[in-house]
């Protein structure tokens, strides 16, 4: 369900790498085939898409490299791709059943109590493992919530997922950004909850420098500023694959506007995102297959771009 004050744009829609008949073919296959024959072809589409998509290859290539702390060899690669495809499936299997089972793990107790009050929030996550399906199974909560996401013109695995999950769920369109702030404003007067995607920096208007993977890089800020705005709480939540079909869930804590000066709460901001990104590390140390960011990883900064003249104009730079 899309949010109505959203107009339509009038430019092509972007879309996912890959054919068009290609969800209808997954689904068909993870209808038809049991799970020891259906791995194998996913790892063999994989493999295809290896060669066929250079540019999200040397992008994989970039990040392995960083989180591994060495130049990532070709069947790394392959295993990046391959794990994605295995989650897509996931998230596939979900859309088309409705099936899948979400066992909280110890660090998301303070999610799961925020979502137990009335009060709206900010609910941040990344690219991560199946981190997608978060918004959507939030339903157990009796919660809803708004969507920001990049519209795309063949995401089939996404509005089937509305059609499943969709009394829970209302999209705002980051790419369509005509009414984007007053969407969000509808969004956290209505008492919903607000759910954002937080590791890229190319629809992020507010950019920040931070240590992660080995250097210090701008990293997305804007749900910090949009909590200072709404007075909204921010939490991080990601979702790491378990068994077939399950999830384990786990989360930050709580960050609350409660300082008593703007300056004061963007500190504590800075260091809740230290704190998340520490986590998220840890994670991504244990498996860094998880994290499917097949676009440029934010570059190493200079010392020099730390200073906050430097951070001004790169951070204009990212949202231009």
Not at 18 to 38: H, T, V
Request: one cysteine or more.
């Amino acid at each position: 369900m899309e949010l109505s004050r959203n107009a339509p744009s009038s430019r092509p829609p972007l879309r996912n790498p890959g054919p068009d008949w290609g969800y209808d073919f997954l689904r068909l296959i993870d209808r038809a085939l049991p799970p020891f024959l259906l791995d194998p072809l996913l790892g063999l589409g994989a493999a295809c898409a290896l060669i066929l998509m250079p540019q999200q290859r040397r992008h994989s290539h970039a990040y392995l490299s960083a989180v591994l702390g060495r130049p990532a060899r070709l069947r790394e690669v392959w295993r990046h791709f391959h794990t994605y495809s295995q989650v897509l499936m996931t998230r596939i299997h979900a859309a088309e059943t409705g099936h899948h089972r979400c066992l909280p793990q110890p660090s998301f107790e303070p999610f799961r109590a925020l979502m137990r009050t009335d009060r709206p929030a900010l609910l941040g996550t990344i690219h991560f493992g199946n981190s997608d399906l978060l918004g959507f199974l939030l339903g157990e909560f009796r919660r809803h919530v708004h969507m920001i996401r990049l519209r795309l013109g063949n995401s089939r695995d996404t509005h089937r997922l509305s059609d499943r999950f969709g009394q829970w769920v209302t999209y705002v369109w980051v790419n369509e950004t005509e009414n984007l702030l007053f969407a969000l404003k509808d969004a956290a007067q209505s008492g919903s909850s607000i759910a954002m995607m937080c590791d890229r920096i190319e629809h992020s208007s507010k950019v920040e420098p931070f240590d992660f993977l080995g250097a210090r890089r701008l990293m997305p800020f804007t749900i910090y500023h949009l909590s200072l705005v709404f007075r909204l709480p921010v939490v991080f939540c990601l979702s790491v694959p378990g068994a077939r079909n399950e999830s384990l869930l786990h989360a930050s804590p709580v960050f609350e506007p409660d300082g008593p000066s703007r300056d004061e709460n963007l500190a504590r901001a800075r260091a809740h995102f230290r704190a998340f990104l520490h986590q998220l590390e840890s994670l991504l140390r244990a498996n860094p297959y998880l994290w499917f960011n097949f676009l440029p990883l934010s570059p190493a900064l200079p010392d020099s771009a730390a200073s906050p003249s430097a951070v001004r104009t790169a951070s204009s730079a990212a949202a231009a």
